[in-house]
């Protein structure tokens, strides 16, 4: 069975072929964008891929459920930092093929999911589980509390600029513009840069004529 790695962090990589091997997956392909894995797939659909959504250019949960619709055939791992509570409870919905592990889960939970994938069975760390056992949380009505800091960021995010680029931009490290990003997309209930930009556009945090210049 093919294993893909939908992930752009090169310490991540390496740490999954590490474990990987240890299972007797000895190759696994690295893929870049959604359009490579599609192409994949369509080779040959029966795979598993270890997906990082947060950091993948797939927009929403909804093309993630087309995507899992269209290849019944593929188990996916869902490898992530952070998912908000409505992703998680519209994919597990949606997707029954999609299994749920954090990246600071334990490593016993970590080869749980994988082994659960090969075997064509989903798994649901136990971070994941209780996020889905809580009650949904009532619509908020006042907007997202953002420092100063976040809100600019948020709208270079918008505006196109990659996390390293922010940093250049505001003469701060890669890992404090990374560790701000992560605090936005929490406040604001969104997984990755569209679902963002998305909101801040809607709740006027950032100025639909500057974005579309």
């Not at 190759?27 to 894995?37: P, Q, R, V």
Request: charged fraction near 25%.
């Amino acid at each position: 069975m093919n294993v893909y790695l939908a992930d752009h962090q090169d310490i991540t990589r390496a740490g999954l072929q590490y474990v990987l091997a240890g299972m007797g997956v000895r190759e696994t392909k690295t893929i870049a964008d959604k359009t490579e894995l599609i192409l994949a797939l369509r080779n040959e659909e029966k795979a598993v891929v270890v997906l990082d959504y947060t950091l993948f250019d797939i927009n929403d949960a909804n093309e993630l459920s087309i995507l899992c619709e269209r290849f019944l055939q593929t188990q996916w791992v869902l490898f992530s930092e952070d998912l908000s509570q409505d992703f998680i409870r519209s994919v597990s919905l949606t997707c029954p093929h999609c299994s749920f592990v954090l990246k600071e889960c334990h490593m016993a939970e970590i080869k749980e999911a994988l082994s659960f994938a090969f075997s064509g069975k989903r798994f649901i760390c136990q971070q994941v589980m209780e996020l889905l056992l809580q009650p949904e949380p009532k619509p908020e009505t006042e907007r997202p509390n953002l420092t100063k800091t976040e809100v600019e960021i948020l709208k270079d995010i918008a505006l196109g600029l990659t996390t390293r680029e922010i940093a250049a931009k505001r003469f701060s490290s890669f890992h404090t513009i990374n560790t701000h990003r992560k605090n936005i997309f929490r406040k604001l209930g969104v997984n990755n840069l569209k679902e963002a930009t998305k909101y801040a556009l809607r709740a006027g945090l950032v100025d639909e004529a500057e974005y579309y210049i």
